[in-house]
């Protein structure tokens, strides 16, 4: 089965920096659509950023100038998270489409979730 683990969060100061990771492993045969989530208490899921295999980048225009999504050509994908607010603070999740094999659709995977904390 296809898992993905998130690694590099905790306690951050405002103004700080943190680097998120997601590994896919497993049955994978072709990645497509990465992406980062977060949600905070009593709200729902919201995209942070999102690549496309082609490495084409879409991020929420409040983490714009401040975050940046990368991908390698294996099966990880980062968030650089600069500059950082309060606001930032929440678990983060990452997301992928993965296909397990030629002829089975892709199928929507999400980590396990990470803490990001910002703290002064």
């Known amino acids: 089965q296809v898992q993905l683990v998130e690694s590099g969060g905790g306690l951050a100061q405002p103004g700080g920096s943190l680097r998120l990771s997601c590994a896919a492993s497993?049955?994978?045969?072709?990645?497509?659509?990465m992406g980062w989530y977060r949600r905070t208490p009593g709200k729902q899921r919201d995209l942070v950023a999102a690549i496309t295999p082609g490495g084409t980048t879409n991020l929420a225009d409040s983490v714009k100038g401040r975050f940046t999504i990368s991908r390698d050509n294996a099966k990880m994908m980062y968030l650089e998270m600069n500059s950082l607010k309060l606001e930032d603070t929440a678990v983060y999740y990452c997301?992928?489409?993965?296909?397990?094999?030629?002829?089975?659709?892709?199928?929507?995977?999400w980590g396990q979730g990470i803490q990001v904390t910002v703290s002064s």
């Open positions: 497993g049955s994978i045969f072709r990645i497509y659509g």
């Open positions: 997301n992928a489409q993965i296909q397990i094999g030629l002829g089975y659709a892709p199928q929507n995977y």
